[in-house]
């Protein structure tokens, strides 16, 4: 798992939050979030945006998948 997974997965726990919930507040699917969790999927940029602004966490965007336009 990646820090970043970890990060998230730690912010999940400490405010109660299960891969539902974190996909329904956020737009993305259950799916995906599981992905992002489990490390077989990176968030692109705008994914983790979303995730830390539910759950109030940041990250360094060169950890992130870029997007292409």
Request: aromatic fraction near 2%.
């Amino acid at each position: 798992m990646t820090a970043q997974c970890t990060a998230i997965t730690n912010a999940m726990s400490s405010k109660g939050y299960d891969s539902a919930r974190l996909a329904k507040q956020t737009g993305l699917t259950t799916d995906r979030i599981d992905a992002i969790l489990s490390g077989s999927s990176k968030p692109s940029q705008q994914e983790f945006k979303s995730i830390g602004n539910v759950l109030g966490i940041s990250s360094d965007a060169s950890h992130v998948a870029q997007v292409s336009a």
